[in-house]
């Protein structure tokens, strides 16, 4: 079965530096969430959209920005990279919220040296 | 604020053992509880869903239960094997669908 899709899987940048981060959905899925997981934390929600429109704001820091395109895919942009944006970032999918079962990405390791 | 806890942190046991991963969350009006699998460095591996109309999950030797009333759920694991053996995540899911994560529960499973 399809899954999430995440792009890059790795990723290293500089101080000040800008990334985007792609997630592709599971098809059909209407819904994408973004979380972040530091080094030895639990994932926390920065941010989802359903249907192209912002559902959710978490812990997102003003210098990151997301949205969700026509095809349902989902990037997730970070300006000014910081040591502390240093973590793994994952891209969820649901078909339809709020009760249905988050499928997870294999994540985006982001490296700011 | 939902906050979700964990107990144990950690927990290893020998291979065959039946045990049980506890999760307690602080709001009882959650839309929804998950528990993951997460292996060291990698994606989170959805195991069972409960729904807040919902009191358990089956999928093979796997069962978790939900209680609102009284904040938790349980992850039951029958005859454990090594192949079990990584982070177990408990989360709830609110209104908005986003989910609040427990720190996880790191089982070792002993050949």
């Known amino acids: 079965a399809a899954g999430v899709i995440q792009s890059p899987r790795h990723l290293i940048k500089e101080k000040r530096e800008t990334a985007t981060l792609k997630c592709y959905p599971i098809p059909r899925h209407d819904t994408v969430y973004w979380y972040q997981q530091g080094p030895g934390q639990d994932p926390q929600f920065l941010i989802s959209f359903y249907e192209k429109m912002q559902s959710d704001k978490g812990s997102i820091p003003d210098r990151f920005s997301a949205q969700q395109f026509s095809d349902y895919h989902s990037e997730l942009n970070m300006s000014s990279l910081e040591l502390g944006d240093s973590a793994l970032y994952f891209c969820?999918?649901?078909?339809?919220?709020?009760?249905?079962?988050?499928?997870f990405g294999p994540g985006t390791r982001l490296t700011v040296l | 604020k939902q906050e979700v806890t964990q107990i144990p942190a950690a927990l290893s046991v020998p291979e065959g053992e039946n045990l049980v991963l506890n999760c307690s969350f602080t709001?009882?009006?959650?839309?929804?509880l998950q528990w993951f699998r997460q292996d060291p460095g990698k994606g989170l591996t959805s195991l069972l869903l409960?729904?807040?109309?919902?009191r358990e999950q089956t999928s093979g030797r796997l069962n978790a239960s939900l209680d609102k009333s009284s904040g938790r759920s349980t992850l039951y694991i029958a005859a454990s094997q090594p192949g079990d053996s990584a982070t177990y995540l408990c989360?709830?899911?609110?209104?908005?669908?986003?989910?609040?994560f427990g720190k996880g529960t790191k089982l070792s499973v002993k050949p």
């Open positions: 709001d009882s009006a959650i839309y929804n």
């Open positions: 969820a999918s649901s078909f339809r919220r709020p009760v249905d079962t988050q499928y």
């Open positions: 409960i729904q807040s109309s919902q």
């Open positions: 989360a709830g899911g609110g209104s908005q669908g986003n989910l609040i």
